[in-house]
C-alpha cells in the first residue's frame, strides 16, 4: 500500500480509503454490521489507514460501525473523514434555512410528501458544530481527521461555513478541511477565507466530468488532495456485476438507468475487453479500474466502497499498482463512447 500526504499537511493517509456509505445500508439494500465490522478491520489489516463516512450515511448508523471498528484500534493509526451539510428532519423543518435536497426512507430514497424524512442542504454555522459533536459522539473519538462540507448550501455564505471549519481546527476538534460537489467557484469563495485540503468528487472511467469542469485542475494548483467516490461506480465496473442481479428494495440502483439490465450487460462487455490487459498486470477487473482512478493526478486517495472482507482483499491489491501511459489509454479508447 501506498501513504502520500493530504493536501498540504503532514498528515499521511494510505492511497486507497475505504468508503463506508453502503456499511450504513441506507440507500444500498439495508446492512450487515458483523459484515461491515469485518470489512473495515480487513482494510486495516491490509494496510488501508483512511476511512470515509458521513452523518447521512444510514442517518448515523454509518458513523456508529466506523466508531466501533476504529475503537478496537489505535486511534491515530487512523485517518477518519466525515462530512457535515446534509441534515435531516422529519416534517417541520423551517423554510428558508437550507436547500430541499431530497425526500427519503430510512431505507432510500422517498418518493414524496408521504415519505418520513426530508434531506436538506445547510452549511449554517451553528448546525455544522451541531453535527460535529454529534459526529464525534457516534465516532468515539474527540477529533475529525478531515471533516467536509458535503454538498453546498445557496442558504448559507461561503465565508461564515469556512469560517466555522477554521474555528474548529484551531480547536482542533477537526485537523484537515475538504469540500464535496463543488464548482470552482465555490473552491475560489472557501480559498478567500483559508485553505482547502481535499476536493471529493465523483470519479470513475463512466464520470470524468472533473477532468473537464476545472475541478482536476484546481485540485493541481492548490496542491489538494483529490477523493474520487463511487470509483467503480457503485459496483457496475466490477465485472461481476450480471444483468440478472436483483437488488435489494430501497437499493439505489434499481431506480437508475444505469443499472438497467441492458446497460449492465453493454458495460460487462467492455469490461471483458480490458481482461489481456488485467492479465497482464495480474489484476482483476475491479482492480484495473481502481488503477485506473489514481492515474490522472498523483495526490489522489480512491474511496472505495466494500460490503465484506472479500471485496476488500480483492480491491486492497489496487492500491500498489502503476499503470503505464499506454495502458491508461488502452482502457479509455475502450470506453470512449460512453
Ligand atoms: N461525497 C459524496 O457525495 C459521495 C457520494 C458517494 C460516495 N461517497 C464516498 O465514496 C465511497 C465509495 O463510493 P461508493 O460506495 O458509492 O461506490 P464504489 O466504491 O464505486 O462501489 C462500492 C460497491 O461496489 C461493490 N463492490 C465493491 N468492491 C467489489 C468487488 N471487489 N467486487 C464486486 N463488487 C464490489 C459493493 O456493492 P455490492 O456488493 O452491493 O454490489 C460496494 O458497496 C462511499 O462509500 C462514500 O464514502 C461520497
Known sequence: MRYRKIGNTEMRASVLAFGSWAAGGWMWGGTDEK????????????????????????????????????????????????????????????SGKGDFHFYSTDEGYGTGEESDWRVYRYLRPESIRKEVEMSLQRLQTDYIDLLQTHWQDSTSKI??????????????????????????????????????????????????????????????????????????????????????RKFNPGDRRNYEERFSPENRARVNEKLRRLLPLAEEYGLSIAQLILAWTFSKYEKTHVLCGARNQEQVLENVKAGDTVLSEESIFKIEKIFEDF
Open 35 to 94: 459484515k461491515a465490522l469485518e470489512a473495515i478491520w480487513t482494510a486495516f489489516d491490509h494496510g488501508i489507514n483512511f476511512i470515509d463516512t458521513a452523518p447521512v450515511y444510514g442517518f448515523g448508523r454509518s458513523e456508529e460501525i466506523v466508531g466501533k471498528a476504529v475503537r478496537e484500534v489505535s486511534r491515530d493509526q487512523v485517518f477518519i473523514a466525515t462530512k457535515c451539510g446534509l441534515v435531516w428532519d422529519k416534517k417541520d423543518w423551517p
Open 159 to 244: 465565508e461564515e461555513t469556512m469560517g466555522t471549519l477554521l474555528e474548529l481546527k484551531a480547536e482542533g476538534k477537526i485537523r484537515a478541511i475538504g469540500v464535496s460537489n463543488v464548482q470552482s467557484d465555490d473552491l475560489d469563495q472557501y480559498f478567500q477565507k483559508g485553505e482547502v485540503d481535499v476536493i471529493q468528487e465523483r470519479f470513475s472511467l463512466l464520470d470524468r466530468k472533473i477532468e473537464t469542469n476545472g475541478l482536476l485542475e484546481y485540485a493541481r494548483r492548490k496542491n489538494m488532495s483529490l477523493l474520487p467516490y463511487s470509483p467503480m461506480c457503485r459496483g457496475l465496473l466490477t465485472g461481476k456485476m450480471s444483468p440478472e
